[in-house]
């Protein structure tokens, strides 16, 4: 099992950066493909960015890209999304999710709030 622990949200104005980090418990984290995802009031959960286990393969959601950037360190069991130029529809709770690659187990973080605004 694998425990994912986010951090770094928070209050931001239009225009501005944030880093958030997904820390992971448990020694077989470079088997896991990581997801970031985001959920605004009202809406659904939303897919913005996926890194294979080796961070040879990424993608972005079209609302995001050329502004966010997915990465990992295998070595400290983290993954990161460096999110510049951010504007108030990103505003959201952003989740990490991690999907076992041949157990297909899946496990999500609780959650940290990012919230743009002037």
């Known amino acids: 099992q694998v425990q994912l622990v986010e951090s770094g949200g928070g209050l931001v104005q239009p225009g501005g950066s944030l880093r958030l980090s997904c820390a992971a418990s448990g020694s077989t984290f470079g088997r896991y493909v990581m997801h970031w995802y985001r959920q605004a009031p009202g809406k659904e959960r939303e897919l913005v960015a996926t890194i294979t286990t080796d961070g040879d393969s990424i993608n972005y959601a079209d609302s995001v890209k050329g502004r966010f950037t997915i990465s990992r360190d295998n070595a400290k069991n983290t993954v990161y999304l460096q999110m510049n130029s951010l504007k108030p529809e990103d505003t959201a709770i952003y989740y990490c999710?991690?999907?076992?690659?041949?157990?297909?187990?899946?496990?999500w973080g609780q959650g940290t709030q990012v919230t743009v605004s002037s």
């Open positions: 999710n991690g999907v076992h690659t041949s157990l297909r187990s899946s496990y």
